[in-house]
């Protein structure tokens, strides 16, 4: 599995796409496994974790209607494609917003919303998650969609 991964971020490392990447409330070890390889810059240009409702609002420009949607995944890829643009070239940006398990009780399911875009395309997916599973379970499935994802995407 690990000879896996490897491959797949060598794909994305190698692509010729340049990246800004935000994700809020999961999807952190996505940004570990885009790091850790030797090549990131290749790629990533920035990273950004909007972690509280105030950061997530100054990121997009107001308050989405719900933290964790498929919108708000949307939105925050756009914001983070307009920020690749500024940067470089063949700019895409990437999100992920999830809801994993939690200490307080949240009446919702825990889930998360992936997206990609660039001038011209757009991939989203979202997923539930099993709530038996601890956080750290939930993150690493969702971290490792989202690196599947940006591999799919880059391979267009």
Do not use: W
């Amino acid at each position: 599995m690990e000879e896996l991964m490897n491959q797949l971020i060598e794909s994305i490392h190698t692509s010729g796409f340049h990246a800004c990447v935000v994700v809020s409330g999961g999807g952190i070890g996505a940004i570990q496994d885009l790091l850790c390889r030797s090549g990131a810059s290749r790629f990533v240009l920035d990273l950004q974790v909007p972690y509280s409702r105030e950061s997530m609002n100054l990121y997009l420009g107001a308050a989405p209607d719900a933290y964790c949607s498929e919108e708000t995944a949307r939105l925050l890829a756009k914001a983070a494609l307009n920020r690749a643009e500024r940067i470089s070239t063949n700019p895409i940006g990437i999100a992920c917003t999830a809801a994993l398990r939690t200490l307080e009780e949240r009446g919702d399911t825990d889930r998360a919303h992936l997206c990609i875009c660039s001038s011209g395309q757009v991939l989203a997916e979202s997923m539930e998650l099993d709530a038996s599973l601890s956080r750290e379970q939930q993150d690493q499935l969702v971290s490792r969609a989202l690196i599947e994802l940006i591999a799919r995407f880059v391979s267009l």
